[in-house]
């Protein structure tokens, strides 16, 4: 499991971060990955970029943008779900049997509650869920979206595998974060997690798992009250500047 705590989160926007939930599942076209939520990468090494992202995607136009810097709270539990299989199959059997159709807070509230009692963890207030391995994947398949690999699967579980595994991110959880090591980065990038995709495709033509375009470490949060935001900055000539004289060292005080 990646420790994820110690880590710093880096988003880029053309606005001012401000506390949002976002409860609203909408389609996808990068299939498990979501399309909602305040999306957070590793911060860069190179003082040209503030993020991973950054690098990859090259902002030309940093000017006016907002740069937040954020952490994962300590009473923010990451679950991982090969680790906490069992506790997420009660968890989703008590959804399945409730009589009244609970929303997206109450989940996410049910599932904390569940977390507290089961790992004896009273401060826990938010649960992101970290994928760390090719099991963490396969996992959420079975449990919210019913897939069994190497079984035999009604093609209802084929045509809503995708929809039923991103929304099930988004509903139950504060956030979802795929690691590096998941991506296995160090072999370059299609490596770890993808791999794995390619091969249950090979096994099984009708699969449908699709895990989208995670290219690299990152960090999609539907409430941000998960994460304690360290820094908040506005790019503008100053800061650009700034950096530049810093010769390679980042101007954010970490």
Not at 23 to 48: A, I, M, Q, V
Not at 189 to 217: N, Q, S
């Amino acid at each position: 499991m990646e420790n994820s705590y110690d880590k710093l989160y880096v988003n880029i926007s053309d606005k001012e971060f401000e506390h949002s939930t976002y409860d609203e599942t909408k389609p996808s076209p990068f299939g498990y990955k979501p399309t909602t939520g305040f999306w957070f990468s590793l911060p860069s090494d190179d003082p040209d970029y503030f993020s991973k992202w950054d690098e990859v995607y090259k902002i030309v136009d940093k000017k006016n943008r907002y740069v937040t810097t954020a952490k994962i709270k300590p009473t923010t539990y990451i679950l991982n779900p090969e680790e906490d299989e069992i506790i997420l199959e009660g968890f989703q059997e008590f959804v399945k049997k409730s009589k009244t159709q609970l929303s997206v807070g109450q989940k996410r509230r049910l599932l904390v509650e569940l977390i507290k009692q089961k790992k004896n963890l009273p401060d826990i207030e938010h649960i992101i869920c970290q994928i760390d391995t090719n099991k963490d994947i396969t996992v959420m398949e079975r449990i919210f979206g019913g897939y069994r690999f190497g079984e035999e699967n009604s093609d209802d579980v084929y045509s809503h595998l995708q929809q039923r595994v991103r929304d099930a991110f988004q509903e139950n959880f504060s956030g979802v974060e795929v690691t590096g090591y998941a991506l296995d980065l160090e072999d370059g990038f299609g490596a770890g997690i993808y791999e794995a995709e390619v091969y249950m495709r090979m096994r099984d033509k009708k699969y449908t798992g699709d895990l989208g375009t995670w290219e690299f470490h990152s960090l999609d949060v539907f409430d941000t009250d998960c994460v304690d935001v360290i820094k908040k900055e506005k790019i503008d000539d100053k800061t650009i500047k700034k950096r530049e004289e810093d010769l390679g060292e980042l101007s954010f005080d970490y």
